[in-house]
């Protein structure tokens, strides 16, 4: 750990209380005026620390932002944030930029995170609204051992840990809209974009972006219908960085117990956050649309179809429109 | 096309002959200035060129060389190789240049070309030799519209397309041995390293990778007995460019039957072409071994293995051995 995260850690521990220059230094184990400069640099990052030559320091608040030592701070998991994360004030897709830092080689559990996104993306060329400071705008790297065709069930994995930790620290009922949505009163609070690299028969790399609108407060006119977010829904301001880490808990824990002991319990909690279990919908493919009611997500993680003449239809990807 | 492609179409049109700088800068359109340039110019990339105050201009050869405008000449295809062709006398790999402009947008039918790779790389982190001038190291870039489960067909499409340009162009039988290796004689002539980037339901782009040994004349001693080239099996030394061409055909052709008219007609021509059907054989996968005798390529590009007790297993992904 750096002198920095050091430093902020005990002034952590001490927050609300003054303690003397001399104190963190020996404490810290450099110099005063080394000392001095990082309160500088933390400062400069936005958290609130007051200084006074008699009394030393007084560490009052953590800023409104994402930032890696606030997110890294007793998020209890193993590998999600606990590699490198790459933090932006701006960005113009954290999808796009986790996939040229793990083309290089970056490790699973790096995270990139942006305060804002300028072209945040969403499935099939659709943009992702990311005002600065509002939502969690974030893209995981994944190295999953696993053929490439298990790689689709990392989104559904995803939706439910975006659901788990939604239920865990707010009081909203989300429900998951195959294959990449979460919803709340049937609007979109979260979207997941999930993108692989495979060479031959193996996955290189997965890169899973969430984009969730936490303190969002007004939309524009095209998603004002479509659209809400965690303070819309429950009246409050929510901690980002808090529902980031239970997200991060929530996904590593789900995403261990998919690579050992299968889909299987995955795909039941799935089914029951679903929101299209038992509908009548309409699938718009590349190529056609089908009609039918949702019967079950399959053991592939494909969701099956009955048409109106009883056949059953396997769907692998679409927009579906419930009727 | 610029004045030195156009020259150099004048100047191989009238190869063997003397033309006068006169006739050259009037055919052109430039001054003969500027014809003397682009002739230096082309001299520097190989080409023979002669020259003379009194009688001008002579072109006697191209040169051993994978140069954009040689793979041009003639090549008859749409697309493959009629997009930029980024060339390279050394390269870490081609494939992760392939990538890399694939990520910032370049279109199909992008072609990555070097003389020699530095990092030439195989299967699962496997590394392919590819020594200055002596073989085809290319990476093509393509945006098939195919869900992301039809990517691995790609792989064996290419296999054919190198068996057939071998069967065209060399008197060589090759042999197709799944997924990734084409042989003559039971020893490795060519590799293919097919990369996929997917984007949830879809595929953003597929890079091919093609390793071809042509006129190399000795292997490192880890290779000599598994590795062959074009040129120790004919005793012949073959023209890289027009073999390269050849191919870029071939595989156009069938990349475009497999897109419009499905799998069915590649994979019966693939069967003939491969090596393991009706083979004893051992699979070794990430997780276990499998044994029995191949018994087709089913619709999937999954190969069909009976075991000893007549289980049938599909099998997607491994390094086959025949017993």
Known sequence: MGTKDELLRYLREEQGNWISGEKVSRRIGVS???????VSRLRQEGYVIRSSSKKGYLFLGTPEMLLPAEIREGIGTEVFGRKEIVYFPELDSTNRKAKELAAEGAPEGTLVVAEEQTRGRGRIGRSWHSPFQTGIYMSLILRPKLPPNEAPKITLVTGVAVAEALLAVTPLK???KWPNDILVRGRKICGILTET???????????VGVGMNVNTREFPDDLKEIATSVSLETGKTFDRVMLMREFLRQFEHLYTTFLHSGFESIGKRWSELSILLGKDVSVHMIDRTCKGRVMELDRDGALIIKGEHGELEKIYSGDIHIE
Request: hydrophobic share 50%.
């Open 197 to 207: 690299s495979t060479e031959m028969d193996a996955i290189d790399f997965v890169v």
């Open 32 to 38: 005063r005026s080394a000392i001095w400069k990082q």
């Open 174 to 176: 989300p429900d998951i």
